[in-house]
């Protein structure tokens, strides 16, 4: 008893940090990605409004063009990361192509299982998802299969390129908080296979 009582406090504490580090991530993100271009974007702003040369003003103008549809894209890829606005009103299969699509992975996405989960089940699956995309799948592929079966979403998650075990720890412990179960193959030459259960409590 006290064995599992230690596992379970354990399992929590990585938890807490697994969303610290999300937070960490967060902010990392929008200092590197998102303000870096605002801040070219208000210096060629500058520039432009002192440019006497109108061809060089029209080059400033582009270049804030870009860095403002940069700046957007990586905005809309963080937000649909910390909680996607489709969450709750697409069915699976359509979140996890999009998740692919924003990527730009080439990806297989295999469902046959309805759409009318709880949502921390499909955000948990999303994560899965995300995590093998995040982690080198974007170069190399990945795929994914969901099925329902006895009051039970299953599903196998694909990779060519080996994860690292932090992120895998965390997904795990949030499966197995929700009730389920999560078995979980990782080798620098055999890519990554997550596959695993959560219950369909209704």
Not at 74 to 83: F, G, M, V
Not at 100 to 127: K, R
Request: aromatic share 2%; proline share 3%; glycine share 8%.
């Amino acid at each position: 008893m006290r064995v599992e009582v230690e596992e379970l406090r354990a399992s929590l504490k990585r938890l807490v940090l697994a969303a610290d580090a999300d937070r960490r991530m967060v902010e990392r993100e929008l200092h590197d990605g998102v303000q870096q271009h605002l801040i070219a974007l208000a210096v060629n702003l500058q520039l432009a409004g002192q440019a006497a040369d109108p061809a060089a003003a029209k080059t400033l103008i582009d270049e804030m063009g870009r860095d403002v549809q940069q700046a957007l894209d990586k905005t809309s890829l963080l937000a649909q990361r910390i909680y996607p606005a489709t969450l709750e009103a697409e069915g699976i299969g359509t979140l996890l192509r999009s998740a692919a699509a924003s990527a730009g992975a080439p990806a297989s996405v295999d469902v046959a299982a309805p759409s009318n989960y709880p949502p921390e089940v499909v955000m948990t699956l999303y994560l899965c998802w995300l995590n093998m995309l995040a982690c080198g799948s974007v170069e190399t592929g990945a795929s994914i299969r969901v099925r329902e079966s006895e009051e039970l979403l299953t599903f196998e998650v694909i990779g060519k390129t080996a994860c690292a075990d932090a992120d895998l720890d965390y997904l795990r412990d949030r499966v197995e908080a929700l009730g389920g179960r999560l078995a979980i193959t990782s080798g620098s030459g055999d890519g990554t296979r997550i596959s695993g259960s959560l219950p369909l409590a209704r």
